[in-house]
């Protein structure tokens, strides 16, 4: 299938965990057409690399680096106070960053690693950014989710698995509360001009596992690199979500290999209400929850 994609000159897309692999590749496509690209990441000699690399794919226009460690709340409310301190619009925003971790972790605020990093920096994230891009729009906000949100519940009583902590549940979970809230973000955003969608890139040949030392992942890595799909393909439905003129306005989806899914569990309200205000509280996010029904 031809990808369809707009002239991307003079809209600025910030994209999470630009540093490797598929955020790293969506940053890329969308720097060589022509966008305003800001890197977030957490590590300053890799955005400076990363920097540099797309600036000379790109005839020199080199992207803004804005650090941040998705695991603190402390340091996502200060990389958004500076984003929208500098003034710039925000046309798009790419929501990538992840974490796979074998054992169970906590960040500093004594939440579970990959709860707070996959997801709750998400939430956070976006809702300190979104009166940028409500002031933007026409305005996306694209999640990267995973078909492993099929295997998992949202479970309030262990929400961060304290009990029976496996790597896959972790991660799964992570995914599912990233579909929830897409789907609530998009109904409350709906006719404001800003589009909320999620996308499963597929099976990446990334370094997503690095974090976990050990024997296992070490001969598993140089697999996944080989047979599974280069970051640049997989990129492809986040790029299109980011830029195809044909999605102008469509909103509530969950998309992959290029196609939007049409069967999706529908999330009761009360369900979707109970993850908002748990994850407002969490995050101490002032944004109003939204209303059941």
């Given at each position: ?13 910030l994209v999470?965990?630009?540093t ?27 955005c ?13 226009k ?10 603190s ?5 200060r ?12 046309h ?40 940028r ?23 309030f009583?262990?929400?961060q698995l304290?009990r ?7 991660y799964a979970?992570?995914?599912?509360a ?17 589009t ?28 996944i690199?080989?047979?599974f ?7 492809r439905?986040a ?17 992959r ?37």
């Open positions: 299938m031809k990808d369809v994609v707009r002239d991307m000159t003079g809209r600025v897309c999470t965990g630009a490797d692999g598929h955020g790293r590749a969506v940053a890329r496509a969308l720097a060589r057409r022509g966008a305003d690209v800001v890197l977030l990441g957490r590590d300053p000699e890799k400076r690399r990363v920097q540099a690399a797309i600036a000379a794919e790109s005839g020199g080199s992207p803004e680096v804005l650090l941040c460690d998705l695991a709340r402390e340091a996502i409310d990389a958004a106070s500076e984003y929208l301190a500098g003034g710039r619009p925000l798009v925003l790419v929501n990538n960053a992840g974490l796979v971790s074998q054992t169970r972790r906590e960040n500093a605020e004594g939440i579970e690693l990959t709860f707070a990093v996959n997801y709750l920096a998400m939430f956070q994230l976006t809702l300190r950014l979104l009166p891009l409500l002031e933007s729009a026409p305005a996306r906000i694209v999640n990267v989710a995973s078909d492993t949100y099929r295997m998992a519940s949202l479970d009583s262990d929400l304290e029976g902590y496996s790597f896959v549940r972790a979970r992570s995914k599912l990233i579909v929830v809230f897409t789907l609530e973000l998009a109904r409350q955003l709906d006719g404001r001009g800003v909320a969608n999620a996308v499963d890139p597929g099976p990446v040949a990334s370094n997503i596992g690095a974090n976990n030392p050990g024997l296992a992942y070490r001969i598993v890595a140089p697999l690199r080989h047979l799909p280069s970051p640049d393909r997989a990129a439905t790029l299109m979500l980011a830029t195809d003129p044909k999605l102008d306005g469509a909103t509530g989806g969950y998309y290999s290029l196609r939007r899914r049409e069967r999706m569990p529908a999330f009761d309200a009360e369900l979707r209400d109970r993850l908002w205000r748990t994850s407002a509280a969490l995050t101490r996010v002032g944004h109003p929850a939204p209303s059941a029904g």
